[in-house]
T-cell receptor, first 112, second 112 residues
């Protein structure tokens, strides 16, 4: 099983729709979880951290299921500007530093 | 904005030549990272630093060396560039309550 696995997409979704991404991770000792957004030819940018209780930031909701080892991202009322690649990121404790694993990303295209 | 700059932003070089990429941060962060990003692979850690003169290897360190003689600068050197090192290189720092990573704008390197 890959350390962090995401559906590569692309997801082609009409504007205004709701879209959901899932990400699975293999290391049960993982401690922190994040969603990043990456626009074409740009650097990844932190979208939100993911907490055990679930968290929401405007149209974005992130959830964590430790028992099943997956995290999810829900985008409601999608906008054209949401078109990007969404990276799932997992952090586990390492020796000198934490081990951070990036998923390969899920591409999202919002269609007008 | 985490105050990270990378130079150069674009570089074309020939196989066998040495190349040095620079990452500069202005906010005294202890941890700095070098990643490469390639289609189909996502972000992969090359080397990281946990303080001045303290560095360690990541998962794809072969062919790369790093140096950190000052807190603000983290240099990545390709001693003899190969075509397989054509990639986009991102520098990152670690901060925040969840130790999330923030990225520089990237360097696009082409080795002919």
């Amino acid at each position: 099983r890959k350390e962090v696995e995401q559906d590569p997409g692309p997801f082609n979704v009409p504007e205004g729709a709701t879209v959901a991404f899932n990400c699975t991770y293999s290391n049960s000792a993982s401690q922190s979880f994040f969603w990043y957004r990456q626009d074409c030819r740009k650097e990844p940018k932190l979208l939100m951290s993911v907490y055990s209780s679930g968290n929401e930031d405007g149209r974005f909701t992130a959830q964590l299921n430790r028992a099943s080892q997956y995290i999810s991202l829900l985008i409601r009322d999608s906008k054209l500007s949401d078109s990007a690649t969404y990276l799932c990121v997992v952090r586990a404790r390492g020796n000198r530093d934490d081990k951070i694993i990036f998923g390969k990303g899920t591409r999202l295209h919002i269609l007008p | 904005d985490a105050g990270i700059t990378q130079s150069p932003r674009h570089k074309v070089t020939e196989t066998g030549t040495p190349v040095t990429l620079r990452c500069h941060q202005t906010e005294n962060h202890r941890y700095m990272y070098w990643y490469r990003q390639d289609p189909g692979h996502g972000l992969r850690l090359i080397h990281y630093s946990y303080g001045v003169k303290d560095t360690d290897k990541g998962e794809v360190s072969d062919g790369y060396s790093v140096s950190r003689s000052k807190t603000e600068d983290f240099l990545l050197t390709l001693e003899s560039a190969t075509s397989s090192q054509t990639s986009v290189y991102f520098c990152a720092i670690r901060l925040g309550q969840d130790n999330e990573q923030f990225f520089g704008p990237g360097t696009r390197l082409t080795v002919l």
